[in-house]
C-alpha cells in the first residue's frame, strides 16, 4: 500500500464549491433584480467568500502549496456555517409576507419571492452539505496523519507501511470521484503533476 496523494480530492471539493458558489450569486442576483428580495450584506459575502476561497484553492493547489488541514476544516466550516445561515435567513423572508402563511401549493408556485427563497435556500443546503463534508474529512486527514499515530507499522510480503492498530484510526481512502476514474485520470500530464508528491 503506497502513500496517495489527496491533492486531487482538495481539488473536487474546490471545483464543486465554486460551482456552488457561483450559482448562489447567480441566483441571489436573478432573485435581487427581478423579485425585489432585500439587499442583505450577508449574501453577497457568504457568496463571494466561497467564491474567492475556492477560486485561491485552486489556484494554491496548482501552484504546489500544501493545504494546511487547519486552515482547510476552518474555512470550509466557517463557510459550511455562514451558509446555513443564509438558508435560515430566506426561510425567514419568505415568511416576511404574512399573506404566505395562507397560501395554497399552487399559489406558492406563483409567487416569484417564495419561488426565488426556496431556490436559493436549495443551493444553500448543498453548499452546506458540501462545505461540512470538507471540514469532516480535512479533520479527519488532520487526526489520522498526526505525528503520534506514526510508530504503528505493518508488514506484509516484505513491505512495510504505515497502519495503525485500530481501524478508526486509520486514514481514509480518498479517490477523485472513484477509483476508476482516478486510474484512468492518471495517463494525463495535468492530473500526474496535480498528484506529484502532496499529502
Not at 111 to 125: E, K, Y
Not at 129 to 146: G, K, Q, W
Amino acid at each position: 500500500m503506497e502513500a496517495r496523494c489527496k491533492r486531487p480530492v482538495w481539488l473536487l471539493f474546490k471545483l464543486v464549491e465554486l460551482l456552488l458558489s457561483v450559482c448562489c450569486c447567480h441566483v441571489h442576483w436573478t432573485c435581487f433584480t427581478l423579485e425585489g428580495i432585500p439587499h442583505i450584506f450577508l449574501f453577497c459575502a457568504t457568496y463571494g467568500a466561497g467564491f474567492f476561497s475556492a477560486v485561491l484553492g485552486i489556484l494554491r493547489l496548482f501552484y504546489a502549496e500544501r493545504p494546511t488541514m487547519k486552515m482547510e476544516a476552518t474555512i470550509s466550516g466557517v463557510l459550511g456555517v455562514l451558509n446555513l445561515i443564509t438558508v435560515y435567513a430566506y426561510m425567514y423572508l419568505t415568511r416576511v409576507d404574512k399573506r404566505a402563511l395562507f397560501y395554497k401549493e399552487t399559489e406558492m408556485e406563483d409567487n416569484g419571492l417564495f419561488t426565488c427563497c426556496r431556490d436559493s435556500a436549495i443551493l444553500g443546503l448543498n453548499a452546506v452539505s458540501v462545505y461540512f463534508l470538507h471540514c469532516s474529512l480535512a479533520m479527519d486527514m488532520l487526526i489520522t496523519h498526526a505525528p503520534s499515530l506514526q510508530p504503528w507499522t505493518y508488514q506484509n510480503r516484505g513491505l512495510k507501511y504505515l497502519r495503525h492498530p485500530q481501524p478508526s484510526k486509520r486514514p481514509l481512502k480518498l479517490y477523485f470521484i472513484s477509483r476508476d476514474v482516478e486510474a484512468y485520470l492518471t495517463q494525463y500530464y495535468w492530473f500526474r503533476f496535480l498528484s506529484s508528491s502532496m499529502v
